[in-house]
């Protein structure tokens, strides 16, 4: 059945066969994205879905029923999308599907499943990119492209409603799964994220392992109207990316998971090819920003696919001026 998301990806997508993949494939992941959907709504027919299954992932969590679930539904979406290479959060290394395919994704099947259990939304982040015969020769570098190189992206949010937030580089787009349509119908076009912000995102209990430049920035977001930004700020941080950034998205806002001193942590715990580099398209499809701090986002170059960058995005202006406190040589006095 045609939905309004269809018909959005034939309007969008139809200039060449390697767009035309890249729609069908999106199609796959919207049917996956309704399984895991449909799981979480029946509770998993028994099973524990925010039960620990023993196993451990890249991010070395134990692996949830959940995210076992989703990575399976995912890989299968992506066999059908005739994707060349599959990179996941669940699998070390990056699975290869087809020889001649045009395009790989890079996802994290369920991102968030630490929510699980509290009934917080959770999601599916993902970002395709195209494969050349350099590619196909050197498999391994398919994931060291950097995340301007995306073709598309986006994140699905299983929360009171299954949306799509998506990108394929003309705009962000918000669809809505809609059960009795059977599909994805559009709930808003070409949103845009407020230049201007009073609220921050962040993991304060993280505050004392930060850099001193990020701290200085919080602290004066802290000091409210008092202090030097002569304004007070607001602060909403749910712990899963997802809806952070969705609401950053309708609100504007600025979200920070920044390195720290912390063995492991010296890169923030988001991942760049499945976290940062999706959120970091969408946000500036939309208007935002999205760097580690200093550099965009979408310029750093990937050592491998599970590496790790410090994350800092949302409304333009406030990314800019956290860039500003990052280079403040009075802030070590
Ligand atoms: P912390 C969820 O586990 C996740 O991967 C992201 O969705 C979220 O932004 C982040 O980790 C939360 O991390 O350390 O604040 O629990």
């Keep these: 059945m045609s939905s309004s998301l269809d018909a959005y990806l034939r309007s969008a997508l139809d200039a060449d066969e390697g767009q035309r993949q890249i729609a069908e494939a999106i199609r796959h992941l919207c049917t996956a994205s309704i399984k895991v959907r449909n799981t979480i709504i029946e509770g998993g027919s028994g099973n524990d879905l925010g039960g620990q299954r023993g196993d451990s992932n890249s991010d070395g969590d134990i692996q949830k029923e959940l995210d076992v679930i989703a990575d399976k539904a995912f890989l299968q979406a992506a066999r059908d999308s005739s994707f060349a290479f599959f990179g996941s959060e669940e699998q070390d290394e990056a699975v290869t599907l087809s020889k001649d395919g045009l395009h790989a994704i890079a996802i994290d099947p369920l991102d968030g499943s630490s929510n699980i259990s509290t009934n917080v939304s959770i999601g599916t982040i993902f970002s395709i990119l195209p494969v050349t015969d350099a590619h196909r020769k050197n ?7 950097k995340g301007a190189n995306q073709l598309a992206a986006g994140f699905f949010t299983y929360g009171p409603q299954l949306q799509l937030v998506l990108t394929v580089g003309n705009g962000t787009h918000v669809f809505l799964f809609s059960p009795k349509f059977g599909g994805f119908v559009e ?12 609220e921050f995102s962040a993991n304060m209990s993280n505050y004392r392992h930060w850099d001193v430049h990020i701290r200085n920035y919080i602290d004066d977001c802290l000091a409210g109207a008092e202090g030097p930004r002569e304004r007070d700020f607001g602060m909403r941080y749910v ?8 609401r950053i998205l309708q609100r504007g806002g600025v979200f920070l998971y920044p390195g720290d001193e912390r063995k492991g942590y010296q890169k923030g715990r988001l991942r760049l090819m499945y976290e940062a ?21 979408l310029d750093i170059e990937p050592e491998s696919l599970h ?18 406190y990052m280079t403040d040589s009075d802030a070590l006095a």
């Design 277 to 297: 580099n999706p959120v970091a398209m969408l946000m500036e499809q939309a208007g935002g920003a999205a760097t580690d701090g200093a550099r965009r986002i």
């Design 139 to 145: 498999p391994k570098s398919v994931f060291e492209q």
């Design 187 to 198: 709930q808003a076009a070409s949103v845009m994220v407020a230049d201007r912000s009073r």
């Design 239 to 246: 712990g899963s990316l997802v809806a952070d950034a969705y």
């Design 307 to 324: 590496v790790r960058t410090p994350l800092v995005f949302g409304s333009k202006r406030e990314v800019e001026r956290i860039g500003r």
